[in-house]
């Protein structure tokens, strides 16, 4: 009887279409990875006083802002949900395996790299990469 009714709650919440508010803000998140990696080199022509180095800032800010909005949401329950994770664990580690990563940057993209391949999400154009792929 338990069985059965722990069947019939989850069809039911299979039937409902679930759908996660990560989803909503993985394109937002995508053109924010995009516009800061447009600005990039920004960083290495400018000095920090000058207002194209504090716009760029701007927008690379915006970018990390989104991130933590995206990571700071309750776990997902669909796929695509999930998806919309692994896509921002990977932005917020993108390059960091380069030499000698931080605390746990390695284990975040390895997160990362195994979410993105469970739900089958594509990365950005724009990413470069964790830091440590063969050349």
Do not use: C
């Amino acid at each position: 009887m338990r069985a059965a009714s722990l069947r019939e709650r989850l069809e039911a919440r299979r039937s409902r279409n679930p759908s996660d508010p990560h989803v909503t803000l993985r394109d937002r998140l995508i053109a924010a990875h995009a516009a800061a990696m447009a600005v990039r080199p920004v960083f290495e022509d400018e000095h920090p006083d000058n207002p194209a180095y504090k716009a760029a800032l701007i927008v690379d800010n915006a970018m990390w802002a989104l991130i933590a909005e995206v990571l700071a949401l309750p776990a997902p329950s669909t796929l695509e949900g999930l998806g919309v994770i692994g896509l921002a664990l990977a932005l917020q580690v993108e390059g960091a395996l380069a030499g000698k990563p931080w605390e746990n940057e390695d284990k975040i993209a390895a997160a990362a790299r195994a979410i993105l391949a469970v739900t089958g999400t594509a990365l950005p154009s724009a990413f470069t990469g964790f830091g440590n792929e063969a050349a």
